[in-house]
Nanobody, 127 residues
């Protein structure tokens, strides 16, 4: 059975850091992503990493967040630095199984490019 389990969320002051983890079980995937959803807002793309380690970021987090993966552990990480109150949201890990020659940014930012989602972890940044 496929599962994605996030951990690492919490409360942090503005300017602080957090690292989210997403442990996948049941199979490996071709792309992994992080999305987030703030109250009253739509779910939005944060970052993605492909099996060949291409990475993509939302403009709002570029330079502050880093996505990485440990293939041996089948785990994906999101290192978040210089956090801002506007980063407050539930963060979701997601994974896609579709095999493609190349995963474009346009493909990776779409929620429907992914097949499995975690339960979400809350990140709250206080001002």
């Amino acid at each position: 059975q496929v599962q994605l389990v996030e951990s690492g969320g919490g409360l942090v002051e503005a300017g602080g850091s957090l690292t989210l983890s997403c442990a996948a079980s049941g199979r490996t995937f071709n792309i992994y992503g992080w999305f987030r959803q703030a109250p009253g807002k739509e779910r939005e793309f944060v970052a993605a990493i492909t099996w060949s380690s291409f990475t993509y970021y939302a403009d709002s987090v570029k330079g502050r967040f880093t996505i990485s993966r440990d293939a041996a552990k089948n785990t994906v990480y999101l290192q978040m630095n210089s956090l801002k109150p506007e980063d407050t949201a539930v963060y979701y890990c997601t994974a896609g199984a579709t095999a493609r020659t190349f995963y474009s940014r346009e493909y990776c930012v779409r929620p429907n490019s992914y097949d499995y989602w975690g339960q979400g972890t809350q990140v709250t940044v206080s001002s």
